[in-house]
């Protein structure tokens, strides 16, 4: 149903739409504090960097393990490919 507020008349007046009966109103009220209750735990996980770092951290180092896992030589060959890059780039810009 909708109607205008009390006194609202006129083509500018908004509409309001919703329950209209107490309990409805109440239990429409409970309804929208969850969504928003949820949408601050959703918000505040998001800007906490710090947790969500060691969360990504935790996931690499698993990823990583169960890969050793499967197959120790590739990840081994990796890893030193990973520090012979890392050791010629350090020689590199030292010498420039």
């Known amino acids: 149903m909708t109607s205008r507020p009390e006194g609202a008349h006129g083509p500018g007046a ?3 739409s919703g329950p209209t009966e107490p309990d409805e109103i ?3 009220i409970e309804a929208t504090r969850e969504q928003l209750a949820a949408t601050v735990d959703e918000l505040s996980h998001r ?3 710090g ?3 060691k969360e990504t951290a935790a996931r690499t180092k698993d990823t990583a393990v169960e890969t050793y896992r499967e197959n120790p030589p590739v990840v081994i060959a990796a890893g030193v490919a990973l520090v012979a890059a890392v050791v010629g780039l350090a020689v590199w810009r030292s010498r420039r």
């Open 14 to 16: 908004p509409d309001v």
């Open 47 to 49: 800007l906490d960097v």
């Open 26 to 28: 109440k239990a429409d």
């Open 51 to 53: 947790s969500r770092a």
